[in-house]
């Protein structure tokens, strides 16, 4: 799956760099140019996406919510 055009003007492009695991939630923390985004996801989309440190992601803000898509 590719992204082709999505509504979020708040995207941060850059790349994961730590992830606490939790049983049901975990928090990534993606290093953009504009500092530290943390997200908080489920873990199993964590699994699904195959995120690990180094992996290239957008981060897409909306609210109070942080959203990512892998590259």
């Given at each position: ?33 504009a ?37």
């Amino acid at each position: 799956m590719s992204i082709q055009a999505i509504n979020v003007r708040n995207q941060f492009k850059g790349k994961v760099k730590a992830i606490i695991e939790g049983p049901v939630v975990s928090e990534v923390d993606v290093e953009t140019p504009a500092g530290i985004v943390t997200s908080v996801i489920t873990t199993r989309s964590i699994r699904d996406l195959g995120l690990v440190p180094g992996t290239e992601v957008v981060a897409l803000v909306k609210a109070t919510e942080v959203s990512i898509a892998k590259l």
